[in-house]
T-cell receptor
Framework: DGGITQSPKYLFRKEGQNVTLSCEQN?????MYWYRQDPGQGLRLIYY???????QKGDIAEGYSVSREKKESFPLTVTSAQKNPTAFYLC????????????FGDGTRLSIL | GQQVMQIPQYQHVQEGEDFTTYCNSS?????IQWYKQRPGGHPVFLIQ?????EVKKQKRLTFQFGEAKKNSSLHITATQTTDVGTYFC????????FGAGTTVTVRA
């Protein structure tokens, strides 16, 4: 079955540590996205990519970095510069960067030790 | 970025009752999507509205796009326990912008 796989499901970060969240899709979608979700809030866009080797900052990119070396993969690194990283992180994809429905992974819950 | 307001933020419904959640924008929208997120789950696409005054139905769910394309609503009839979750509207500007959502709980 086609879908989006995020790993790990739960992740713990120590102070000053960078961590990388994995996102892989086999839907053959061109566009991929990373969102952050905090309790009681909607989804806020961190980064998005419409093609390989190209990505753009979203609304809250500070303290995060991404890469898009393969169409299927869009990993997100939460750097030590992100002072409040505890959140639920969701990866999504769509056929193109347009008003197409987005398909989401199951998410990664990141916590600070 | 562009903002949309979803009301109410929380909706406690008796099983079998109807309810409506609203999504309001100060600017004209080109189109709007609706998603549902079950507790502990991820958002799932429900529907997209494009035309002014458009009404679409999915079983007990009725979605409407306002005539001025500045607001949208989701009406659920005869609420069931399976309707529990958070419903997000997501207007498209140059990207999807999610509202804060309406979290629905159901009293059996």
């Amino acid at each position: 079955d086609g879908g989006i796989t995020q790993s790990p499901k739960y992740l713990f970060r120590k102070e000053g540590q960078n961590v990388t969240l994995s996102c892989e899709q086999n839907l053959n979608h061109d566009a991929m996205y990373w969102y952050r979700q905090d309790p009681g809030q909607g989804l806020r866009l961190i980064y998005y990519s419409q093609i390989v080797n190209d990505f753009q900052k979203g609304d809250i990119a500070e303290g995060y970095s991404v890469s898009r070396e393969k169409k299927e993969s869009f990993p997100l690194t939460v750097t030590s510069a992100q002072k409040n990283p505890t959140a639920f992180y969701l990866c999504a994809s769509s056929t193109a960067l347009s008003n197409q429905p987005q398909h989401f992974g199951d998410g990664t819950r990141l916590s600070i030790l | 970025g562009q903002q949309v307001m979803q009301i109410p933020q929380y909706q406690h419904v008796q099983e079998g009752e109807d309810f409506t959640t609203y999504c309001n924008s100060s600017t004209t929208l080109s189109n709007i999507q609706w998603y549902k997120q079950r507790p502990g789950g991820h958002p799932v696409f429900l529907i997209q509205l494009v035309k002014s005054g458009e009404v679409k139905k999915q079983k007990r769910l009725t979605f409407q796009f306002g005539e001025a394309k500045k607001n949208s609503s989701l009406h659920i009839t005869a609420t069931q326990t399976t309707d529990v979750g958070t419903y997000f509207c997501a207007p498209w500007y140059y990207k999807l912008s999610f509202g804060a959502g309406t979290t629905v709980t159901v009293r059996a």
